[in-house]
């Protein structure tokens, strides 16, 4: 089992910052694939970014590259996602999710549709 608590998240305004972080804990082969998703408001739950941290892979969706960055402490214990340069559009409740999975090819932007995987209770980030 593994269990997920999202922090950070608060309000800031356009081009401002904010560090959200994950707090995880439980089987760690269950959570190699470390993932954070977003829901603004009226909309569906949409992937952000992945990390893989046995390979070092990253992925980001077209929206936050070059804006977010996605990083996990070498315990992998804690999961962050920093946000500089933040835009309206960026505001949403933001949710931490973990799976298993075999290879690094599986936590890449074109898996995310799926929901398998545990999920945190998410943090709201308002940009304006």
């Known amino acids: 089992h593994v269990q997920l608590v999202e922090s950070g998240g608060g309000s800031v305004q356009p081009g401002g910052s904010l560090r959200l972080s994950c707090a995880a804990s439980?089987?760690?082969?269950?959570?190699?694939?470390m993932l954070w998703f977003r829901r603004a408001p009226g909309g569906k739950r949409v992937g952000v970014a992945s990390?893989?941290?046995?390979?070092?892979?990253?992925f980001y969706d077209d929206s936050v590259k070059g804006r977010f960055t996605i990083s996990q402490d070498n315990a992998q214990n804690t999961l962050y996602l920093q946000m500089d340069n933040l835009k309206p559009e960026d505001t949403a409740v933001h949710y931490c999710?973990?799976?298993?999975?075999?290879?690094?090819?599986?936590?890449?932007?074109?898996?995310?549709?799926?929901?398998?995987?545990?999920w945190g209770p998410g943090t709201q980030v308002t940009v304006s």
């Open positions: 990390i893989y941290p046995s390979r070092g892979t990253t």
């Open positions: 439980g089987y760690i082969r269950a959570r190699n694939c």
């Open positions: 999710s973990a799976r298993g999975v075999p290879s690094d090819s599986l936590c890449s932007p074109d898996h995310w549709g799926s929901d398998v995987g545990y």
